[in-house]
C-alpha cells in the first residue's frame, strides 16, 4: 500500500515564456547570479516538503547547462547542505551519474554524507543521458554498451567497498589497488575510510528500458527503482513491475508486485481535469522541449524533435500534449479527489507499491510549484495516511 511520497526538483531556474511557441531550449543563456538561483529554490522547496511530510527529496546531478534546465553539479553536497536546514526529511540522490565519478571517490563521499547527516542521505545511481556531461568527463554514452559496461564495474566496485572491511577488484577499466610498494610491503587490499554507518546502504536507480540484463544487475545488489512515465495500462511500467518481480525470482528472492519500486509523477491540480490540462500545459511543454529528444521519450520522431526546437515548426506539427500524457496516466490532473482514485487504482493493481514520487514539470515557476505541493499533502496525501498530519 502507498505509505510515502516523494518529490523530485532536477534543477531548474525560474524560466520566461515556456511552452513549444515560447523560447527554444537551445536558445535560452542566464547569467551566473541567475543560474545560481536553482540552488536557492533547491533549499526553498527542501523546507516546504519538510514541513508537508514528504518522505524524500530528489535531486539530479547534471553540469554544464547556461540553459537553466538542470544545475545542481552535486547532489551529494546539496543533500548534505539541505539536512542542516531540515528537520525530517530525507535527500536523495536521484542520481549519481556513476561514469562522471570515480567509482572510490563516490563511495567516499557517499559514506561521509551517511554518517554526518545520521542516515538521511539517501544514494542512488545512474548511467547518464547527456552527452555534453557524460563524454565531457571522459566517459562514453554515445556507446551504449561501453556506458552500461563501464557503469556496471563501478557500481560493483561502489558495493565491494560498502560492505567489505577491506577488497581488492581486477575488471577492464580498473585494478584496485595497484600493486604498488607501500610502507615496506606491495599493496594488495583497500579499505574505505569511512565506510557507510548503515549497512546495506540503500540504492536507488532510475529504470528506462527494463532490460532483462539492467533488471537483473538491480536484483544482484538489491538496489531499487524509480519508474517514470506514470502508469498507462499495459504500458511500460507494468512490464517492468512483472520484471522486476521475475529478477528476484530469479536468485531465489520473493518480493510482492511493486515491492522495492516507486512510480513518478508528474501533477498538477485544479478544479477540474480540463483546468488543470490548460494550466500546466505550457510547462509540459516546456518539459518535452527539454527531455524530448534526449533518449527518454523514444516515440518522437526526427521531425517532432526538429519541430520542438523551432517555435515556427511547432505550430504546424503534431506533438506531445498534457492531454495525451493525462490519458495514457503519466500524468495527474484534475481535483484532488480526481488524483485521489487514479492513484487508489495503482495501489490496487500493485500491491507492493509503497511509495510514489510526485513532481511538477520543469519550467513551472517556484511559486506555482510550492502552492502545488502544499495542495497535494494536504489534499491527496491524507488519503494515504500521509503528509503533514500523519504520524511520522
Given amino acids: 500500500m502507498i505509505r510515502q511520497f516523494d518529490s523530485t526538483y ?9 511552452g513549444y511557441a515560447g523560447t527554444p531550449v537551445n536558445d535560452r543563456r542566464y547569467p551566473n547570479e ?23 527529496f530528489w535531486m ?3 553540469h554544464f547547462q547556461p540553459e537553466g534546465t538542470e544545475c545542481i553539479p552535486n547532489v551529494l553536497m546539496m543533500a548534505l547542505h539541505l539536512t542542516h536546514l531540515t528537520k525530517n526529511l530525507k535527500l536523495g540522490c536521484g542520481f549519481n551519474i556513476t561514469p562522471m565519478w570515480h567509482p572510490l571517490r563516490l563511495a567516499e563521499d557517499y559514506a561521509m554524507a551517511d554518517i554526518l547527516s545520521h542516515g538521511r542521505v539517501v544514494f542512488g545511481v545512474g548511467r547518464g543521458y547527456h552527452t555534453r556531461e557524460v563524454e565531457t568527463f571522459g566517459a562514453p554514452l554515445l556507446n551504449q554498451e561501453a556506458n552500461r559496461e563501464l557503469f556496471e564495474e563501478q557500481v560493483d566496485i561502489i558495493f565491494k567497498a560498502f560492505n567489505e572491511e577491506s577488497f581488492s577488484h581486477q575488471g577492464k577499466h580498473y585494478t584496485l589497488p595497484p600493486e604498488v610498494p607501500y610502507r615496506g610491503y606491495t ?14 546502504v540503500e540504492c536507488w536507480q532510475p529504470i528506462q528500458g527494463g532490460s532483462q540484463r539492467a533488471l537483473d544487475f538491480m536484483a544482484k545488489h538489491g538496489i531499487q527503482g524509480v519508474i517514470g512515465g506514470g502508469s498507462a495500462e499495459g504500458g511500460i511500467v507494468h ?8 529478477a528476484h525470482a530469479r536468485i531465489g528472492k520473493q518480493v510482492e508486485l511493486g515491492e522495492r519500486l516507486a512510480i513518478g509523477f508528474q501533477f498538477f491540480i485544479a478544479n477540474s481535469v480540463e483546468d488543470g490540462i490548460r494550466e500546466a500545459g505550457k510547462y509540459y511543454e516546456e518539459n518535452m522541449k527539454m527531455f524530448g529528444e534526449l533518449r527518454l521519450v523514444k516515440a518522437l520522431t526526427d521531425e517532432q524533435i526538429a519541430a520542438m526546437r523551432d517555435p515556427k515548426l511547432a ?7 498534457v492531454e495525451d500524457a493525462v490519458k495514457a496516466g503519466g500524468f495527474l490532473t484534475g481535483t484532488p479527489a480526481d488524483i485521489i482514485a487514479s492513484l487508489k487504482k495503482i495501489e490496487a493493481a500493485y500491491p507492493g507499491l509503497s511509495r510514489v514520487t510526485v513532481t511538477l514539470p520543469l519550467g513551472t515557476p517556484l511559486a506555482v510549484w510550492l502552492e502545488q505541493v502544499e495542495r497535494f499533502a494536504k489534499e491527496v496525501m491524507p488519503a494515504f495516511n500521509a503528509g503533514p498530519d500523519a504520524a511520522r
Fill in 187 to 200: 599493496l594488495k587490499e583497500l579499505t574505505l575510510v569511512p565506510r557507510p554507518a548503515r549497512l546495506p
Fill in 315 to 321: 505550430v504546424n506539427t503534431k506533438l506531445p500534449r
Fill in 34 to 56: 541567475q543560474l545560481a538561483t536553482a540552488l536557492h529554490k533547491a533549499e526553498t522547496t527542501a523546507q516546504a516538503l519538510d514541513r508537508l511530510g514528504y518522505g524524500t
Fill in 239 to 246: 512490464k517492468v513491475m512483472v520484471d522486476f518481480q521475475a
Fill in 10 to 18: 532536477a534543477g531548474h531556474i525560474d524560466l520566461e515564456n515556456v
Fill in 60 to 62: 539530479a546531478e547534471h
